[in-house]
């Protein structure tokens, strides 16, 4: 997508009002400013899983292993304008660049659904623990190596998705993440599992 398509869009959406919009696979590099304009999205895509028409994921096979797709973009970094966004529930970030999760994405007080499947990742900030409202967060295929104290304080949790990554150990803290229905913790370098994650009762 060139520059002022990017923009002819934005000011769309804008204009309309706009509650969801999906930038996934158009190559951005930046995002500009102008985005904190879009103060009625709930719903933000800058990367996805690439489905079939059946919802299956897509698969391609690269270095003797099948992975997921991910439709995605090139950005390293959100603009200050994006902490505008007060109304987003949903942020899907998956597949592009980032080396840690932007402090402008821990002031979202609303959100709900936070993905960065793919992202590079090398830690979780104890920032994350300002999202109290978080219910899923996906942090899949990133190069982890350790899981803060701080994520539990998300108590309202319900899914959460750290496979495919580097991680050793997990702290006993991911106990008090009471309303836990789905933990995945596939795929890592982990040799022992806490007795503390036998409270995971849900």
């Avoid at 002819?8 to 009002?17: C, T």
């Avoid at 696979?25 to 028409?53: D, F």
């Avoid at 007060?86 to 660049?97: A, E, I, M």
Wanted: proline residues 5%.
């Amino acid at each position: 997508m060139s520059e002022d398509e990017l923009m002819g869009l934005i000011e769309r959406a804008a204009v309309e009002g706009w509650k969801e919009l999906d930038l996934s696979g158009c190559e951005l590099t930046v995002l500009p400013p102008e985005i904190g304009r879009l103060t009625e999205l709930e719903s933000l895509v800058l990367g996805k899983w690439e489905k079939h028409e059946n919802g299956n994921l897509k698969y391609e096979y690269k270095d003797g292993s099948f992975f997921p797709v991910v439709s995605s973009n090139l950005l390293t970094a959100l603009p200050p304008e994006f902490g505008a966004l007060k109304r987003l529930s949903n942020l899907d970030l998956s597949g592009n660049r980032w080396e840690s999760l932007s402090d402008i994405v821990t002031k979202l007080p609303n959100l709900e659904e936070l993905s960065l499947v793919r992202s590079a990742l090398t830690e979780i900030p104890d920032a994350i623990a300002q999202l109290s409202n978080l219910t899923t967060l996906n942090l899949s295929r990133n190069q982890l190596t350790q899981i803060p104290d701080a994520i539990a304080q998300l108590s309202n949790l319900t899914t959460l998705d750290l496979g495919n990554n580097q991680l050793t150990q997990i702290p006993d803290a991911i106990a008090q993440l009471s309303n836990l229905t789905t933990l995945d913790l596939g795929n890592n370098q982990l040799t022992q599992i806490p007795d503390a994650i036998a409270q995971l009762s849900n």
